[in-house]
């Protein structure tokens, strides 16, 4: 199972990006999908959660700004990104919970990362 994430960039402070990430491989079904940011000499944090079902959720700081959407039949999920702050600097991470076959247990891939930097 492989991650692929796209959509990172340099943009302006208010601007904003969509990112994408799409799952491609051998799996049963994709389950929970989520994006994270890490910002320099940060740890990885949460952004944005949303369940197969479409249930979301998101992190404090970007509520009413980010919306995470995703798409079950192309195995891909989106960040809309509004209103960017420089404090949303970071390398974006997008992650599934994947089902591999119907009786296995779920596991966890992560994408390789996309970067985006907001300049004030």
């Known amino acids: 199972v492989q991650l692929q994430a796209s959509g990172g960039g340099l943009v302006q402070a208010g601007g904003s990006l969509r990112l994408s990430c799409a799952a491609s491989?051998?799996?049963?079904?994709?389950?929970?999908m989520a994006w994270y940011a890490q910002a320099p000499g940060k740890q990885r944090e949460l952004v944005a959660t949303i369940t197969r079902g479409g249930t979301t959720t998101y992190a404090d700081s970007v509520k009413g700004r980010f919306t995470i959407s995703r798409d079950n039949a192309e195995n891909r999920v989106h960040l809309q990104m509004n209103s960017l702050r420089p404090e949303d600097t970071a390398v974006y991470y997008c992650?599934?919970?994947?089902?591999?076959?119907?009786?296995?247990?779920?596991?966890?891939?992560w994408g390789q990362g996309t970067e985006v930097t907001v300049s004030s």
């Open positions: 992650y599934a919970d994947v089902l591999l076959q119907f009786y296995s247990n779920a596991r966890d891939y």
């Open positions: 491989g051998s799996f049963f079904s994709v389950l929970d």
